[in-house]
């Protein structure tokens, strides 16, 4: 089962509209490099996580690397998950999740040439899931652009650990994205978006979901 995850919502009403859709995770973008409409403060991460519905993942999306202020950040908004999409040493993720036990984190590895397949591979070795996304000079995500899926296909093939795709993906593309490569879910932000702004689109949303299940259901097994 292909699962996806709405990122970089702002709002209980946005919150609620990607769960009425079937998401299966929220993304709250606290704590960016650099200024985003969609980044929120700890406290309304905090306040739309509280309306989050169960058996929906609410994740903790991050470029900080400070573990103090990482471990406090998700007590105070209460995420099942953290996702580290900036560069978080890999050998520290042990030390953070005995201080999270309870929390499931995912690592970022950039899909910008072939050598992202060694990278990923190191990262599945540490971390609860690998996170692909496509980067450039000024944004580590969030950039509305796809990267080499033949790659991600081939990240999927070779790690030991669950492969999150992101990077453009729109109710368009998603569902040849799963079919090429075949990951455990897909992540969307501004390919859902309803205009400039960061407030989500119901219209995208619902094509969206319904691309994702429709490319579920016509996947083939492999091999």
Known sequence: ??????????????????????ADALGFLVGL??????????ETAADIIAVVPPFVSTVLVTHRVDMPWIVETACIVRCSTIQLHGQFPLEQIPL?????????????????????IQLATHVAEWADAVHLDTRTATRLGGTGLIHDWRISARIVQQ????????GGLT???VG??????RPYAVDVNSGVD???????????????????RRAQNELSPIG
């Open 1 to 22: 089962m292909v699962r996806f995850k709405i990122c970089g919502i702002v709002s209980k009403q946005d919150a609620l509209l990607g769960v009425s859709h079937g």
């Open 33 to 42: 490099d650099y200024q985003s409409n969609d980044e929120v403060t700890r």
């Open 96 to 116: 953070l999740r005995a201080q999270l036990p309870h929390v499931k984190i995912s690592r970022v590895a950039h899909v910008e040439s072939e050598r992202a």
């Open 159 to 166: 790690v030991n650990a669950p492969v999150i795709l992101a």
């Open 171 to 173: 109710p368009v593309n």
């Open 176 to 181: 040849r994205a799963i079919e090429v490569v």
């Open 194 to 212: 309803a205009g400039d702004g960061p407030a989500k689109s119901p219209e995208k949303l619902r094509a969206f979901s319904e691309a994702v």
